[in-house]
């Protein structure tokens, strides 16, 4: 359990971090090609989305990693697990089934590295 932990891990924090350097980093007028929302939200507001995905990728790998502050890796994932109950509810107030469908399966995988990192296989 604590490989496929840390697999989830891994999945998790490259995605996140691939997501929040781009949000952080491109204009929001070439962002909105790739992903329409944010047509809806101002610039900081898409660059502070993208540095808490960042924050939080490093937070599903770095504190477990040095064995600083461990406590932050669930922490993390329960930021990235609330993170995507508020993506899914812009989603549906867009009417866009596919992206709520994408950030459910996120969810769930944040939930899971959170409770097993909470629970049993704890650093």
Same mark, same amino acid.
């Given at each position: ?8 891990? @891994? *999945?998790?924090? $490259?995605?996140?971090?691939? $997501?929040?350097?781009? =949000?952080? #980093?491109?204009? =929001?007028?070439?962002?909105?090609? =790739? ?9 900081? #507001? *898409? ?7 960042? @924050?939080? @990728? ?6 477990? *990693? ?6 932050? #890796?669930? !922490?993390?994932?329960?930021? !990235? ?6 993506? $899914?509810? #812009? ?13 459910? *399966?996120?969810?769930?995988? @944040? ?13």
């Amino acid at each position: 359990m604590n490989l496929f932990l840390w697999i989830l891990q @891994a *999945v998790l924090a $490259a995605m996140f971090a691939t $997501a929040g350097v781009m =949000k952080s #980093t491109q204009p =929001k007028d070439k962002l909105i090609d =790739k992903l329409p929302w944010v047509a809806d939200f101002s610039p900081a #507001t *898409v660059r502070f989305i993208g540095a808490v995905e960042f @924050a939080a @990728a490093l937070g599903l790998i770095l504190p477990a *990693v040095t064995g600083i502050a461990p406590v932050l #890796t669930p !922490l993390a994932a329960t930021g !990235l697990a609330i993170t995507m109950v508020l993506a $899914a509810i #812009t989603h549906a107030l867009r009417r866009e089934p596919s992206a709520i469908a994408f950030n459910a *399966v996120l969810l769930i995988l @944040a939930a899971v590295v959170a409770w097993g990192r909470f629970g049993s296989y704890a650093f």
